[in-house]
């Protein structure tokens, strides 16, 4: 922060702006976020109110949500800086846009503030209106202000001095008008394309290769057009997935803040703006769409489906006993249909009941990790989830007899007409038994350790002993194929 804007006119009164001034994000989008996952069908009302005017919707939705003030993304550099002025003595006022209610919830939980300014039901106290309300209060260049956006310049207009904080290219226009400072906001820690990145986790496209399974096991996989196939088809999942990602991350994004790591999400940290992940979601869904009506109507219409099935999740199924994990199982299990969807291919029964018990394994591993890391010091579990301390045996041994239940399929499998088919030497296949029953045992014992990463897919497709006996079994499948 610079030298430059400590104790300047330290006599005046301090006005601060709250939404992205004060903190890093906007009060009234955390509040639509919050509603969205409480009550979803709420937001069919918003024209409605906002047809009423913008301060009487913002009242109507403080009516149903409150967000959490301590759990804020606050601008470190800007609080302290507050802190310090107020040692000085001096009188900090909060003047923002935001309701009241949210208002009055951010100034007790600071206690810095010796005023507030805010909306109520009739007003909205942005820009020009804020302007004349601060100086009726304190008179004409009678206080200071600090704000972040073009919707401050009438106040900073008004001001005896104006102080700028974050990056938005109309705010920093106004640095060089006199009697403007700036308020440095740090250094991003990562580039903009790799905080996207994160947001929509591409990592996690790593399960979409899900989709290829049907073509490798029909032995299609050097044909061209299923190689496109297969490739629009990945690119349609991930861009879908990642659609899903920004959404459940904007729906919980008050519950993400509660959590250890999560909380570092760029949505809930503040980094990544909720406008910003709404339209990036909405692009990746259409981009999604376009890809998918080039394929086959089956495979867009099971995308459709798992789009249903994920948003569901998201907003209802992960918080259902024993539902969320039948639903991952399934989830997992859509991208290998979808697989066989995009190239025309027929799906065997055998395979689906594999791809059913292990990817339930998997999932009763993510949950057993989760719930695991929620215990507080008298074993009691904090997770807005159906689940108690006393279950997490019970998802242990469900997880591992699903392990073992998809490896009795997959030596059933193994002796059916898609396999010996295609396949001059099938029973070679029976090596690979040992390699699932291998990751299953191995992914449990580091579950049970605490040393397991809490998305067991990823996790078996980054661990290099994971990928040993995944390129073993792809090997031995090649095997059996040329023999």
């Known amino acids: 922060m610079n030298d430059t804007i400590n104790s300047i006119d330290a006599d005046l ?14 009060m009234l989008f955390e509040a639509l976020c919050l509603l969205v996952r409480r009550m979803p069908l709420v937001i069919f009302l918003l024209p409605f109110w906002l047809y009423r005017g913008k301060a009487y919707m913002k009242a109507r939705i403080a009516e149903k949500v409150t967000p959490d003030a301590a759990l804020l993304p606050y601008n470190k550099d800007v609080l302290d800086w507050l802190l310090r002025e107020k040692l000085n003595g001096r009188s900090i006022i909060l003047a923002t846009a935001s309701h009241q209610s949210y208002a009055q919830s951010v100034a007790q939980h600071l206690g810095l503030f010796d005023g507030v300014e805010a909306s109520d039901d009739s007003t909205n106290l942005r820009s020009q209106t804020k302007a004349d309300r601060l100086t009726h ?60 990145f994160k947001a929509i986790r591409v990592h996690q496209w790593l399960k979409n290769t899900l ?50 790591t999560k909380r570092n999400r760029p949505i809930a940290s503040g980094q990544l703006s909720v406008p910003d992940a709404v339209l990036g979601a909405l692009a990746l869904l259409c981009c999604s769409t376009w890809i998918a009506l080039l394929l086959p109507m089956q495979f867009s219409l099971i995308l459709l489906l798992y789009f249903v099935i994920t948003c569901g999740y998201s907003l209802i199924l992960k918080r259902l006993l024993l539902i969320d994990v039948l639903t991952l199982a399934g989830l997992f299990t859509i991208r290998v249909l979808a697989g066989a969807a995009a190239v025309g291919g027929e799906l065997s029964t055998w395979l689906l009941a594999f791809c059913m018990f292990f990817f339930l394994s998997l999932a009763l591993v993510k949950r057993f990790v989760e719930l695991d890391g929620r215990q507080d010091e008298a074993g009691r579990l904090h997770t807005g989830r159906g689940y108690q301390s006393r279950d997490l045996e019970t998802l242990s041994q469900g997880g591992m007899a699903s392990g073992f239940a998809a490896v009795v399929v997959l030596a059933l499998f193994i002796d059916s007409p898609q396999i010996t088919e295609n396949y001059a030497r099938p029973e070679v296949i029976w090596l690979v038994c040992p390699l ?7 992914i449990w014992i580091l579950a049970r350790r605490k040393e397991m990463n809490d998305d067991p897919v990823v996790f078996l497709m980054t661990d290099w002993r994971s990928q040993i006996m995944v390129a073993a079994g792809a090997t031995t499948m090649i095997i059996s194929q040329i023999m």
């Open 436 to 442: 699932v029953l291998y990751l299953i045992f191995r």
């Open 137 to 196: 209060e304190f008179g004409e260049y009678g206080f200071d202000y600090v704000g972040n956006s073009r919707a401050d310049y009438s106040v900073w207009e008004k001001a005896r001095n104006a102080y700028v904080v974050g990056d938005e290219p109309a705010a920093q226009k106004y640095l060089t008008r006199l009697n403007a400072y700036r308020i440095e906001k740090p250094a991003p820690v990562v580039p903009r394309w790799k905080l996207w």
């Open 13 to 26: 009164p301090l006005c601060v702006d709250l939404d992205g001034t004060l903190i890093r994000t906007d």
């Open 211 to 260: 989709l290829f399974v049907p073509s490798i096991l029909a032995s299609r996989y050097f044909e061209l057009d299923t190689l496109v196939n297969l490739g629009l088809a990945f690119i349609a999942f991930s861009f879908c997935a990642s659609s899903v990602y920004l959404t459940n991350d904007l729906v919980d994004i008050e519950v993400d803040r509660k959590h250890p």
